[in-house]
C-alpha cells in the first residue's frame, strides 16, 4: 500500500490550480531538459499538446517518455525550461498543486477498500460533500462499467478491472489533463485490445487531454490524435498516425513504427534516386534532397508485391533471394535478402490457401517491386542510433540506470 502522501499527489489536486467540471487543459513544453548527473534523459524539447488531445509519447525502453511525463505531472522537476499548463507555468510545482491526475501501470488500489470507497478517495480528503462523493462516484464507475461491482474489493476483480477502477479514480477528480503511464502494460493481449478501444471511447467521452506513455507502436497508432516519438531524450517526429506510418521523419521513426524496408540510397537530382544496390527509382519525396544527398528509401511491407517473373517496367524493382517465409495467419511474411546485404520484408495477404501455397519458397530468386508513390525517402536520425532492432521495438521497458524512461 502506498502512503498517504502518495496517494493525495495522484488523486488530489490542490484548489489553485483545480479544474471545473466540463474543462480541459493545453500542455507546452518550452526547452525542457532533464538530467541525472551527467546523464541527459530529455534533451531541449518543445512541444504543445492541445485542449481535449489524446496525445501519446512512444518510444523505445530509455528515450525519456516517462520522465516527460513526470515532469508535467510534477514528481519531476526539469533540469531547464518551461511546463505550462493552460499557460501557467508550473515547473516548481508540486504534483498536488497542478490541474493534473496519473494513471500508473501498477492500479495501486486500497485492498481493504471498496471500488467506491478506492475511487471517493481523493475527493473524501478534499472534503467534498458525501452526496457529491456518492453522484460522482456512481457517474464514473458507471463510465468504465463496474456500477454493478461498486461494493467489491480490488481483489475480487481482473487485471483489467482493476486498470478501471485506477481510471475512474483519476477522472472523478475532474483534472484538466489525464496523464497515463503505460496503463496497460501489465494486461494480456486480447484484453489490452479491447482497453484500448475502450479508453479511447472515455477519452472522446469526457472530453478532457489525455498525454499517453506506451512503447507499444499498434496502441499508439489506435488511440491517439497525434504521436511523438522519442528516442535518446528527443523528438524525432510529431504527428498524426497515418503520417507517422505513411511518411515518417527520420530512419528511427521508420524502423520503429511498424516494420519498414529500409534501402541505402543517394539523390541523383530531380525526382530520382539511387539505391546503393544498383536502380534508380522515383520518389516524389526526391526533389527535397540535394544531388549527391545520401538519405534512405523507406517501403512498407504491405506495399511490396514479390514473383519469380520479372517485374513491370514501370514500377521500381529489386532482385533477391527469399531467405525464410513466415505464416501469421491473416498473411504471410517473407524475407528477402537483396544486394550489398540488405534484407527486406514482404507482407503477402493470405487471400487463398492456393495463392499461398504458390508464393515462391527459401532460396527462389525473385523480384521485388512497388509503385513509385509508396517510395518514401528519409534522413538519417538526428541522434544517429539509426533504425532500432523490431524486437526492441516490442520489448518491455527496461530504464537506462538513472532514467524513469
Known sequence: MESSSDVSTVEGNGSA??????????????????????????????????????????????CGKTTTLRMIAGFEQPTEGKVKIDGVDVAGEPPY???????????????????????????????????????????????????????RKPAQLSGGQQQRVALARALVNLPKVLLLDEPLGALDLKLRKALQVELKNIQRDVGIT??????????????????????????EQCAGPEQVYER?????????????????AVATGGNDVKLDNGPTVTSPDASAFSSGERCYAVVRPEKLD???????????SVEGVVEASLFLGTATQMAVRIANDVKITVLVPNASESERQALPGGGSRVHVSWEPQHTHLVTESPSGSGPPEQSEATSSEHPREGEKA
Open 17 to 62: 490550480l483545480e479544474s471545473e467540471a466540463g474543462s480541459t487543459g493545453s500542455v507546452k513544453l518550452e526547452g525542457v531538459t532533464k538530467k541525472f548527473g551527467a546523464f541527459k534523459a530529455v534533451d531541449d524539447i518543445d512541444l504543445e499538446i492541445a485542449n481535449g488531445e489524446f496525445f501519446t509519447m512512444l518510444g523505445p525502453s530509455g
Open 97 to 151: 498543486k497542478r490541474p493534473t491526475n496519473t494513471v500508473f501501470q501498477s492500479y495501486a488500489l486500497f485492498p481493504h477498500m471498496t471500488l467506491e470507497e478506492n475511487v471517493g478517495f481523493g475527493l473524501k480528503r478534499k472534503k467534498v460533500s458525501k452526496d457529491e462523493i456518492k453522484k460522482r462516484v456512481a457517474d464514473e464507475l458507471e463510465r468504465v462499467g463496474l456500477a454493478n461491482e461498486a461494493k
Open 210 to 235: 489525455f498525454v499517453y506513455v506506451t512503447h507499444d507502436q499498434e496502441e499508439a497508432l489506435t488511440m491517439s490524435d497525434r504521436i511523438a516519438v522519442m528516442d535518446q531524450g528527443r523528438i
Open 248 to 264: 515518417p521523419a527520420t530512419t528511427f521513426v521508420a524502423g520503429f513504427i511498424g516494420v519498414s524496408n529500409l534501402m541505402p
Open 306 to 316: 514479390v514473383t519469380t517473373d520479372a517485374a513491370p517496367p514501370d514500377r521500381p
